[in-house]
């Protein structure tokens, strides 16, 4: 009997310090995300970055994106249906990552369309035709330009503007900060400063939902 005794008074301990443990590893876990959130946020948000949704919005999404890149373009419909479905309390916020041979110059489009008021349009129409002006993984510059008719562009102006310097120093600075944090491919998506654990979509939704269920109604 005091063998029995014993052994369960033994197994009780083990299981009360295994939880302990448990609790103690999982607050470092999250001590550490939310430290290197924070370290994040310096390279994360920029003031000429192009957003859409609440600029309020308790989860913001930060996706470093090439325009020539397929899984950024598969990605970019399930990521406005979750923030459709969040009602507005997420808020999409675009860095440029041009890793693609040529996606420099179809950046230098979407910032100089932003001169005039048709980044989201823009961008829309040559995700939708990515496939017709990207091969072999190449931005094709001269097929991209009969994609942009009909979105009410002044074509000249935006050839002139794509070369601006400014529009040069804004594609610099993304990529410098894609550089500090450690982004070697797209997408790559930080949701409230907090990189993904691995990439997929499910891991994405994962950490939205843990954002949102997290923030203030």
């Known amino acids: 009997m005091n063998r029995k005794i014993l052994f369960f008074a033994a197994l009780s301990v083990l299981m009360l310090l295994f939880a302990a443990g448990t609790m103690l590893y999982q607050g470092r876990q999250n001590d550490a995300a939310a430290k290197l959130a924070e370290r994040n946020r310096a390279s994360l948000m920029r003031m000429h970055s192009p957003g859409i949704g ?17 899984t ?32 420099d110059r179809v950046v230098a489009i979407l910032e100089a369309s932003r001169k005039q008021g048709k980044f989201w349009p823009v961008l829309e129409a040559l995700l939708a035709a990515q496939p017709d002006w990207v091969i072999e993984h190449r931005a094709q510059l001269e097929r991209v330009w009969r994609h942009l008719d009909g979105l009410g562009l002044n074509l000249e ?31 790559e998506y930080f949701v409230n400063g907090r990189p993904l654990p691995s990439f997929g979509y499910e891991q994405l939704k994962q950490l939205v939902d843990d954002a949102l269920a997290a923030a203030p109604r």
């Not at 913001?60 to 325009?67: G, K, L, Q, S, Y």
């Not at 406005?80 to 997420?90: Q, T, V």
């Not at 102006?157 to 797209?186: H, K, S």
Request: glycine share 4%; net charge neutral; with cysteine.
């Open 157 to 187: 102006q935006l050839r002139a503007d794509m070369n601006a310097p400014e529009v040069a120093r804004v594609i610099a600075q993304d990529v410098e900060d894609a550089r500090a944090l450690n982004v070697t491919q797209t997408p």
């Open 72 to 103: 950024c373009r598969a990605f970019y419909a399930p990521v406005k249906d979750m923030m459709k479905a969040s009602g507005e309390r997420i808020r999409l916020v675009l860095r440029y990552a041009p890793f693609h041979p040529g996606s």
């Open 54 to 70: 609440r600029s309020d919005a308790p989860v913001v999404i930060v996706e470093f994106f090439d325009p020539a890149c397929g």
